[in-house]
């Protein structure tokens, strides 16, 4: 099946601006929906995640209790051996050590826009798919809301987007992230099934750096597979 | 009966249902805000106008409001879960955006065209997924115009990356549906300006899409 991209440059003139048309059209629409939806989360009751009640739907007990078990199960194995599947214990190190947002930075010179603040509400509430798109709008990101947006693709389980964003932050190499984002960019990797990028972005996290004993860890398993 | 009236016909024709002591014609017209979401007319024409300017502050506040009587009304007249009736307003708050830009509503009755709207969304989703629960077949809207989410992710970090005066141009004519004649009345900039910088525009968007 052609891309976007493939079908766009093979185009006539027309059906050029007919197909960016209907992308930009799509875009903005989920744009506009995600704010809707914060809105909405915002002054009201009703709420963008708010489902039936949960008594109602015992499947869905049946389903999480399901769940629950064989995530234990996934995290005994992975604690007992040695030879868990490396996205398995990846998503593992993410998961037990879930980021949040320190919130708006005091003196920053800049008033904390509205669009950021519930960005950050909906990165710490976990609802990262909102999170991401609410950064992705806010029109003048600085490093920390650059920063957030790929946690928040990363953790949304967008990991080619993840990886893009993180690739260009790290072009800074005075960020105040770079440990993190060594880390997250490797995680990105993995789980996107990069594996030798995986290895070469592993290899950044130096002795000393955050998370660099599980980096070694993911290394060892890396090189068995 | 459904009066398109400016402000000062609508207190013309108010004084004059006064004198003449019709009351049909003054509850008519003072009822119809109500029916259109607290707007005159020439509100829904500023209305109009900002969200073919590409801005949807005002069109957001007003929809957020509805938004919540209008899944109880599907909720409670179809029996519809919430979630099917919270993705029918959504979809109709999209759908009537579109139509407003494209002038194909006019100052009525707002509220009840939204609702019947919803309720038609609601029905349409119901009835395709018991077609596809039979056929064993769904076609997504992505597969139908071959734009996947990726694709639409990708678009909109580039976009963020775009400059001011390209967004404003492309949503103006894009997202508002707006003619390039009528944004270089706007901008105060020749067709012809506005035709290259629409292709600029376009070249550049892209060129940060595959970047």
Known sequence: ?225 | MHLILSYSDRVLFLAYSYIQDDTKTRMTILDAPNKNFGLDTKEFDRLVEALKRGNTDLFKSIFQNHFRDCVSYIQRKYSATYDDAYDASMTTILVFRKRLVEDKIAYGNLRFLFTKMASQHYIKAAKSVSTASIDNVEISDSEEDGIHDEDIQKLSLAWNRLDDACKELLQMNYYGGMKLAEIALQLNKSATAIRKQKERCKSKLINLFHN
């Open chain 1, 1 to 225: 099946m052609k891309s976007f991209y493939e079908k766009y440059q093979n185009a006539s003139e027309e059906t050029k601006d007919a197909l960016l048309n209907r992308a930009v059209n799509k875009m903005l629409d989920k744009q506009l929906q995600s704010e809707i939806e914060v809105g909405l989360s915002a002054d009201q009751p009703i709420s963008i995640t708010k489902k039936e009640p949960f008594a109602r739907r015992r499947w869905l007990r049946i389903v999480i209790a399901a769940a629950a078990s064989i995530a234990v199960l996934i995290v005994a194995y992975i604690n007992l051996s040695d030879t868990g599947d490396i996205t398995v214990l990846t998503s593992k190190y993410l998961s037990e050590d879930l980021p949040t947002h320190p919130g708006v930075e005091k003196g920053a010179g800049e008033q904390a826009t509205k669009i950021r603040n519930d960005a950050i509400k909906a990165f710490n509430d976990q609802n990262y798919t909102l999170s991401g798109n609410l950064f992705k709008q806010i029109s003048k990101k600085g490093e920390e809301d650059n920063y957030y947006l790929a946690l928040s693709s990363l953790y949304a389980g967008q990991y080619s987007e993840a990886i893009q964003v993180l690739q260009k932050n790290l072009q800074n190499p005075n960020s105040k992230y770079v440990q993190e984002m060594n880390w997250y960019l490797a995680s990105a990797f993995i789980l996107n099934d990069n594996k030798e990028q995986a290895t070469q972005q592993l290899e950044q996290i130096n002795p000393g750096n955050w998370n660099y004993d599980k980096a070694q860890k993911l290394l060892r398993k890396l090189s068995k597979q």
